[in-house]
């Protein structure tokens, strides 16, 4: 049987989703049976395939154009999007720039740091224009499946995965997998 | 009692009648979740978590407002019911920061819980970006509205609870905020810190400073107690994680309080700044240096034991169980004959012959005469009901000095030349309630002596085991001029002993025994370190003659022992057998403060 392949990416986040995903520790040998990690921001392939997967995974808010664009490539090439973390779902730490609006935490950021001596607020037209609101995944995307967590449990994942490759869905997690800190 | 029929959820219960729907059926074990409504709390049906389908009704019901009615048909959780809770749960998430991972309450938060028990996986309403201000501005508490989900909860604390009447709503819908006073900061407002919003807070949006982030309730140990700040002993919750204490609350089950705490009870004994003691001294070429147990005790007993019974002066604060006082008036009185020994508060003076009235006649009161006693200052938890029933309509009377804290509330206060007119006043009135403390005269007592029997008196004892240390015999007249071997028993007591050293003779071989340092125990020729109330058992007698349990919940800091101990270890070096186990000197205590209230 052909593998079930997963790309995974990550948009305004710390990584700590990805990380906690790896501490599923051996059991990813077991995964490894059934899947194929075709990318991530972890391995040399950072954009998930031309010709899609099945399960697409993604870390963190949308704070900027260039987490929109990723978002939406993510959502054409994979049949399942999940959205992990709180920032995914909820908007999470990121979204605290929302109390303070995008200019104020740009010039406080770039420009009033107590260190910074004639500071900039970067504009290079390579980099992603920061929105006004930072918001969850699903709020540019269809997400098929949320995972809540700061991080969401390693065993989240590992089971939530487990249930996709078994062909359940809906996946409900849980109770002791549900958690949002 | 009446009793109604209803269903819930299919099942046949039989309710007493004017009860809610809620309350029916968490008595019959059925759960139905809750967010605004707290048991101690007037139900007010703000949150709409509550919501249940009751048949023939043309919309969903408060469980918590809605009120049984006979053949009432009611179901808690049917596919609509969670839906609704759902959509009203997706609204308290839709205003504000409701992010768990660095809100101090994840963990306790009754949002939180609400949100896993529905699944709320993401918000299907646009993210909220109106930030509110954080008032940060209290010494011990913290308003963080960001977090406030309005549900009215400490509103409702600081009104029906504590009668402060601090906290309010002010402005409407998206602009609504809870506010101290007139808005001002809550630092600066008529806020007296007793803390009960914060405990009856279901999210992270007041809470006190001292104990945050010291993890979630589950980490931590609860032990239930009694407060030992003043003659009421307000049953408490003690919370703490490894060798400290995180946080104190009232406990709601608890008759004298029901749940209230005030400043002193709640915060101060755990912002204590003062040195604790936690090695025995012994004065030694003229300093006070370092000794072991065994070289302090038997300084002690060697002066102690050479001394002439009227040459020994015991001096004791009443912030102490019953046993410890038991067991120093055994040792000292009856064993030493000694009988220079005094207390360091007066004592409210047995006037009355009938039964003493107790703290839940206040409430009943429709005419509350305070005499000589301010419980604003010493007794606080007691003012709060007083206060509360003042809010109910009862006429409030002060007689005592203009600085009475519960002047400002009174309808009328007069000095003690007047005491005439303040009984006629209270012989008009139904319920009429006598509060009294130390500063009762004994022409004040005579006058209140003609209220006719419907009067209920209450004392309010000055101290805190202050009824147990006068039963035991430890009374106000000690004379430390006459002391050549002076005993302090000061525990945590705040005392400089100033007048006290004046008056003792230069030779005077003075013993403190005391959890903090101060300048006594820097006089003082045998300093024995003693255990603070968290780290002691044993139990208090309240104003109201009620036998409360002090439990400990701490181990002693370094060598400090629990005042019980030192006393029974000092007997053992004099000779003297003194009852052995806790047990069995609690008993004994009891059996004489049974024996000395009749």
């Known amino acids: ?181 | 009692m009446e009793k109604v029929n209803i269903t819930i959820n299919g099942r046949k219960i039989s309710a007493p009648a004017g009860s809610t729907v809620l309350r029916a059926a968490q008595d019959a074990g059925i759960d139905i979740p809750t967010l605004c409504n707290h048991p101690a709390l007037a139900p007010i049906g703000v949150c709409r978590v509550c919501l249940v389908e009751v048949k023939g009704m043309p919309a969903f019901q408060p469980a918590c407002t809605s009120l049984v009615a006979e053949g009432m048909e009611v179901q808690t959780e049917t596919p609509p019911l969670v839906e609704a809770r759902k959509f009203v749960l997706d609204m308290l998430f839709s205003e504000r920061n409701h992010f768990c991972m660095y809100c101090e309450m994840s963990g306790d938060c009754e949002l939180q819980n609400l949100g896993y028990r529905y699944r709320l996986d993401h918000w299907v309403y646009p993210t909220y970006t109106k930030p509110f201000p954080m008032d940060a501005t209290h010494q011990q508490l913290l308003l963080e509205h960001n977090r406030c989900v309005l549900c009215r909860r400490c509103i409702r604390s600081c009104s029906d609870l504590t009668a402060n009447h601090t906290l309010d709503l002010r402005k409407r819908g998206i602009e609504a905020m809870v506010q101290a006073d007139t808005n001002v900061p809550f630092g600066d407002s008529s806020c007296i810190s007793c803390g009960g919003c914060a405990q009856v807070c279901p999210t992270g949006a007041i809470f006190d400073k001292r104990g945050a982030f010291m993890g979630p309730d589950k980490k931590m140990a609860h032990v239930q107690s009694t407060c030992s700040q003043c003659s009421l002993g307000c049953g408490t919750k003690v919370f703490t994680r490894g060798d400290i204490v995180v946080r104190v609350e009232g406990d709601w089950d608890a008759a004298v309080n029901g749940g209230r705490l005030c400043k002193k009870g709640r915060f101060d004994p755990l912002n204590e700044e003062r040195k604790r003691l936690t090695r025995p001294l012994l004065r030694r070429r003229g300093g006070l240096e370092p000794a072991s147990w065994e070289e302090a005790l038997q300084a002690v007993a060697e002066h102690m034991g050479a001394a002439r019974a009227q040459d020994i002066g015991v001096l004791t604060s009443s912030r102490f169980t019953n046993e410890a006082l038991y067991q120093l008036g055994k040792l000292f009185r009856q064993e030493m004959k000694a009988t220079n020994v005094g207390l360091l508060n007066g004592v409210a003076p047995k006037a009355f012959d009938k039964p003493q009235g107790s703290l839940a006649d206040i409430p009943k009161g429709d005419l509350i005469l305070v005499v000589g006693v301010d419980p604003v200052k010493d007794q606080p938890v007691a003012s709060f009901l007083v206060k509360g029933a003042v809010d109910k309509g009862a006429r409030l009377i002060v007689v005592d000095g203009k600085d009475n804290g519960l002047a400002p509330f009174a309808h009328q206060r007069l000095e003690m030349a007047d005491i005439d007119k303040a009984v006629d006043m209270a012989q008009r009135a139904t319920h009429p309630v006598v509060l009294y403390g130390a500063g009762l005269s004994e022409k004040t007592a005579n006058a209140l002596k003609k209220l006719p029997p419907k009067a209920a008196f209450v004392a309010l004892e000055p101290g805190v085991n202050t009824r147990a240390a006068a039963a035991f015999g430890f009374q106000n007249g000690f004379k430390p001029q006459a002391a050549k071997v002076l005993y302090l028993m000061l525990g945590e007591q705040r005392w400089d002993g100033e007048d006290l050293l004046k008056q003792a003779g230069k030779d005077a071989f003075i013993v403190v025994q005391a959890g903090y340092e101060s300048p006594l125990t820097l006089q003082a020729d045998v300093v024995l370190p003693a255990a603070i109330w968290s780290e002691q058992a044993g139990s208090l007698t309240n104003t109201e003659g009620r036998l409360l349990k002090i439990n400990r919940v701490l181990e002693p800091k370094g060598e400090a022992k629990p005042d019980l101990e030192i006393i029974s270890l000092l007997a053992n070096k004099l000779g003297k057998k003194l009852a052995a186990s806790l047990d069995e000197i609690s008993a004994r205590a009891a059996q004489e403060l049974k024996g000395k209230e009749n």
């Open chain 1, 1 to 181: 049987m052909a593998k079930v392949k997963i790309a995974t990416d990550w948009l305004a986040g710390c990584a700590g989703c990805h990380m906690s995903f790896l501490d599923i520790d051996e059991r990813i040998v077991q995964l490894l049976d059934k899947v194929e990690f075709t990318s991530s921001p972890v391995t040399d392939l950072k954009h998930p395939p031309k010709e899609g997967v099945t399960v697409g995974i993604l870390e963190g808010a949308i704070c900027n154009t260039h987490n929109v664009e990723v978002a939406k490539q993510m959502r054409e090439r994979c049949q399942i999007l999940i959205a992990v973390g709180d920032c995914a779902t909820f908007g999470g730490v990121p979204a605290m720039r929302n109390l303070v609006g995008t200019k104020e935490a740009l010039k406080r950021a770039y420009l009033d740091t107590e260190t910074t001596v004639g500071g900039l607020i970067p504009d290079s037209p390579e980099l992603g224009k920061p929105l006004d609101t930072v918001v969850g995944v699903d709020k540019v995307v269809k997400v098929d499946l949320f995972i809540p967590g700061c991080p969401p449990r390693a065993d989240a994942f590992f089971y939530a995965l487990s249930e996709l490759l078994a062909g359940r869905t809906p996946v409900i997690l849980p109770p002791e997998h549900f958690v949002y800190d």
